[in-house]
């Protein structure tokens, strides 16, 4: 059964850091990209971060550019997302989410979900 669960959510003032840990079972996470993806309050779910199987990280915004990496840590079947430098607009609730092979930045190529980690950046 594919798992996937997120954590490290929390409040966090402006400025701040976080870092999530999207811990995987089930399947061969060797063979498979993780995607970060994030929804804020009466907005759409948008693609923010993803690392392909070859520990190719793509970023989907430039908004999030030297702020928001990815790793991964096969051995452990976890996927990390640390976010540096965080603004109000941050806020969302955070989803990672499982692939086959290779990244993509459309929620829909996506088949496999956790069930999100809520990040509230305020002072």
């Known amino acids: 059964q594919v798992q996937l669960v997120e954590s490290g959510g929390g409040l966090v003032q402006p400025g701040g850091s976080l870092r999530l840990s999207c811990a995987t079972s089930?399947?061969?996470?060797?063979?498979?990209?993780i995607g970060w993806f994030r929804q804020a309050p009466g907005k759409e779910r948008e693609g923010v971060i993803c690392?392909?199987?070859?520990?190719?990280?793509?970023l989907y915004a430039d908004s999030l550019k030297g702020r928001f990496t990815i790793s991964r840590d096969n051995a452990k079947d976890t996927v990390y997302l640390q976010m540096n430098s965080l603004k109000p607009e941050d806020t969302a609730v955070y989803y990672c989410?499982?692939?086959?092979?290779?990244?993509?930045?459309?929620?829909?190529?996506?088949?496999?979900w956790g069930q999100g980690t809520q990040v509230t950046v305020s002072s």
């Open positions: 089930g399947f061969d996470l060797d063979d498979y990209a």
């Open positions: 989410a499982a692939r086959e092979l290779y990244c993509s930045g459309r929620d829909t190529d996506f088949a496999s």
């Open positions: 690392i392909s199987r070859g520990r190719i990280g793509i």
